[in-house]
């Protein structure tokens, strides 16, 4: 078990451009997370899958935002025509179940938008 | 509106100081309260959690924590700090969403503790 991995971990893109985040969760976990941490704060939540189904987005996933969790496997997080807004850590994050296991964090890819 | 709120966004102790640092909480009902450490560059590592039972719930690394539902709070503590444990801490509580047993964290702003030698 290697964890949740995610990829890349840094990410320098130009604003108008088109990116996309992988995150791999640790095998047996049917729930996926995503967040967003930018500085001096705490991560705050932004999608949330059950097995495929994308069960929850918060009003921070704006329509320029999307993601999949196909076969309900690993998932992607894109975020198109990106905005300097958008620079930020975004974290994945798996579990096994619901509010009372641990939800196991990636080190997060890190976005920055010029 | 459901919340955690660390008051504390720095902190500076000795090393070998006691440590301790606030959260409170504001949900309908009592929440799955937690709190992480993240060292720079890295993600997020669970110290210790709180479902029910004990007040007092022992976390890796020598933390504690206290629940005291009467001042919403989940107080982290460690008697003797470390210059390893230099980070910023997390308050988190899961509170759910979408129905059914599916939950979200919420986390406080965080509390950057740096400790001097």
Not at chain 1, 48 to 65: G, H, I, P, T, V
Request: aromatic share 12%.
């Amino acid at each position: 078990d290697t964890g949740v991995s995610q990829d890349p971990r840094h990410k320098i893109t130009k604003r108008g451009q088109n990116v996309t985040f992988r995150c791999d969760p640790i095998s047996e976990h049917n729930r996926l997370y995503w967040y967003r941490q930018t500085l001096g704060q705490g991560p705050e939540f932004l999608t949330y899958f059950q097995n495929e189904a994308q069960l929850e987005k918060s009003r921070l996933l704006s329509d320029r935002f999307s993601a999949e969790r196909p076969k309900g496997s690993f998932s992607t997080l894109e975020i198109q025509r990106t905005e300097q807004g958008d620079s930020a850590m975004y974290l994945c994050a798996s579990s096994l179940g619901g509010a009372s296991t641990e939800a196991f964090f990636g080190q997060g890819t890190r976005l920055t938008v010029v | 509106a459901q919340s955690v709120t660390q008051p504390d966004i720095h902190i500076t102790v000795s090393e070998g100081a006691s440590l301790e640092l606030r959260c409170n909480y504001s949900y309908g009902a009592t929440p799955y309260l937690f709190w992480y450490v993240q060292s720079p560059g890295q993600g997020l590592q669970l110290l210790l959690k709180y479902f029910s039972g004990d007040t007092l719930v022992q976390g890796i690394k020598g933390f504690e924590a206290e629940f005291k539902r009467s001042q919403s709070s989940f107080n982290l503590r460690k008697p003797s700090v470390h210059w390893s444990d230099a980070a910023e801490y997390f308050c988190a509580a899961a509170m759910r969403i979408s129905g059914g047993s599916n939950y979200k964290l919420t986390f406080g702003k965080g509390t950057l503790l740096t400790v001097n030698p």
